[in-house]
């Protein structure tokens, strides 16, 4: 077996962390498996380098950024090389230059284009394991770049699926994927497996515990991900594209979602909505009286696509004077952005829109697979918000998952609404 | 022209500092003069790093140790490329993989094989300022190598010799070369210049401005040295082999060495003796009644040197019965190895020699050019020793330089008696 294991800052912060995780390794390498490890900075590193290189000059090039940055992972790949060492496992340590990890030239977002394996494969057949340092790449040019935030994972899906691992574990302070935060709701429960398209859904509205990036990598090359913690010895969620469509159907045939009988170790089988979760990044903007409705669209979004941000929930409602109104949500740490964007489109001849923009607002969805096919899961969702007086700003859903936008302030108290009625207990 | 830069750990050891440096960059820069900019690690990042990987491992993979403290460069050289970016001069850093310093595999203590100076001429016909992280290479495998203590004088020695710089400027904490320290000795004046070969002895002999091996490479390929302060604007100290032979005749001629008229910014045209300097980091090896002489010294150097322990000062007395006395120094610091060498010389049959160990001695020296050929120095120094009261224990000339082993605690006294006599005031 080939394994690898990508281990967070929080899981490498300090010398007793980097001890307990070269354990972890070298009781997989005593197990005769090949072990790749791949690692973030330690701690806090990275953001600690970003503020010096902010004290020095706010506006420094990115090429030397990403010089600053790797140092990060470098220190942590090294320092666990030694750990490994002192336990008598031979390990060897590389940066993005050894480990032939060559992305696009875009300092701090850069992509993995290729990556040559000779040095790892030769260190691997010398029964070594191999630490690389995570979110680290090269450009052709032969200059460090960063893979963005998120990068450690990206680069341990990216060498599981170059080396054909046979399964890639993501070390997190989390041990799995719950159906909502368990710090907001305490009877959340751990996933056993979800999907990747499920998985993508949750990274992307704000769950936090797995890159979208690494997910859908994973995805296209069928890297099979185990999300577990490094803290404790727990059997965390696999995500994988087994889905259980026959399990699946029998309950939608009954016509109702049946929730699982015991909580405990929860499988995809027994449950179709996989999680709730909220995002508190984002902003709505409303657009009213749109009138050529399709070239003005085409407008908006082409100049918010140029600037990077990300528009969400798209909703188009005709009025009856043969406008629309568009309505839409955006980062909310982007706003800057684009209301910048929106004060142009206004000025170039389009100033009888009225727009507006709403920034205490939240985004929170119910994830899981076939969503929208069954109308219970929706009606039960708006029937736990009702319940919990709570006003629904705007709805979004599609087929993997059911988006409202409530009040910040109300986000807990829909989660756990919501959690309630669609996992916790069994809808009528 | 073109000039390369070094700057130490107490010259880039803060934010301010790295900003101070940018504007000394900056400036030779704006001269037009293309600028290679050398830096080590901040302060006492070198330190902390090895701290780190102690408490991790005490017996650290050096393949690992140089992974981990090659990070030390490259956070300066990319916080330095930032500072200069800000003050809009167009810069950018380098690792030893982009500058091309190819070393043997000797971790923590690689010497340099080649310079592929490429990607660095490239960016300097651009007009970037390079900086280029000291202390590191690479090996062929394309591993990270360190160069060890003083490596990153050795790396901007380099660099100006394959990239055949004007002038190499070693910044550091001190102005320039003094005739003594002048923390020890407030009458110590500052050399306008120095042969390669004197700043050898003085380097050897603790002076510590200079690491001997960027001294030897920079008389190998004549590269001008000089030493100057980064914290103060001052002129420094030039190294090189522009010995004024004529001058020095004229004065030896006269039998008597005239000191300085101004003592400030006094030069060797005026000065025979350059400086003087104690090491500390001495203990004295005395074996007597050795019988069968070359072979038994053959026996004890080439075991030392197999262990990399330095004899210095060797002195060999013969005695009345055949037999011959050697005394030798060695480092303080490798007394314990020395100690093991000579346990095991003793085993091995010549029980008859007796061996003597002292570590509470310090070498005192003067340095200058043409010391033996001036007897008048030798005496004068004597002199001074004699009226300060100072058991002088051992003696050692050669053309370069009088060393005395004094007791450890007249290092002081000896130093300003010597410095007094031969410097400060002329010789009768």
Not at 189 to 201: F, N, R
Request: hydrophobic fraction near 40%; charge should be negative; aromatic fraction near 4%.
């Amino acid at each position: 077996m080939l394994i690898v294991k990508k281990f967070g800052g929080t899981s490498v912060a300090d010398k007793e962390r980097i001890l307990h995780v070269a354990g972890i390794c070298a009781e997989e390498y005593s197990k005769g498996d090949d072990v790749v490890v791949v690692l973030s900075a330690m701690g806090k590193q990275t953001d600690v380098l970003l503020t010096q290189a902010e004290e020095i000059n706010p506006n420094a090039p990115k090429r030397e950024i990403d010089m600053l940055l790797t140092t990060g992972e470098q220190i942590s790949v090294a320092l666990m090389a030694m750990a490994l060492e002192s336990r008598g496992v031979p390990a060897i340590s590389f940066h993005a230059f050894q480990a032939g990890i060559y992305t696009t030239r875009a300092y701090g977002n850069a992509r993995i284009q290729r990556i040559d394996t000779a040095r790892m494969e030769e260190a691997l057949a010398q029964r070594k394991v191999v630490i690389v340092a995570g979110f680290q790449g090269i450009s052709e040019e032969g200059d460090y770049t960063t893979l963005g935030r998120g990068g450690s994972d990206t680069t341990a899906v990216a060498l599981a699926a170059v080396l054909k691992a046979d399964v890639c574990e993501i070390f997190t302070d989390v041990d799995g994927v719950y159906t909502a935060d368990p710090r907001l709701v305490p009877e959340a429960v751990k996933l056993k497996e979800i999907t990747y398209d499920e998985m993508l859904e949750l990274a992307s509205l704000g769950a936090g515990v797995l890159h979208n990036r690494s997910v859908e990598l994973a995805k296209r090359f069928g890297v099979e991900l185990i999300v577990k913690s490094s803290f404790q010895n727990a059997e965390g969620t696999r995500v994988c594209d087994r889905t259980r469509k026959k399990e699946t159907t029998h309950i939608l045939e009954d016509g109702i979602l049946k929730a699982a009988q015991s909580l405990e170790g929860t499988t995809m089988e027994e449950m179709l909505v996989s999680g709730v979760t909220a995002d508190k990044n984002a902003a709505r903007i409303q657009l009213k009286g749109i009138k050529e409705t399709t070239k003005e669209m085409y407008k908006i979004f082409v100049k918010l696509s140029e600037q990077h941000i990300g528009a969400d929930s798209v909703l188009m409602s005709p009025n009856s004077d043969n406008t629309t109104d568009i309505s839409f949500t955006v980062p909310r740490d982007r706003l800057k952005e684009t209301a910048e964007v929106l004060n142009l489109y206004s000025k170039e001849g389009s100033s009888d829109v009225e727009i507006k923009i709403e920034d205490k607002i939240a985004k929170v969805s119910a994830v899981g697979a076939g969503m929208m096919s069954n109308p219970a899961i929706a009606v039960s969702m708006f029937e736990a918000l009702y319940e919990a007086d709570i006003t629904i700003e705007m709805i979004y859903a599609s087929e993997l998952r059911i988006t409202v936008l409530v009040n910040e302030e109300d986000t807990l108290k829909a989660i756990r609404a919501i959690h309630g009625h669609l996992i916790e207990r069994p809808l009528r």
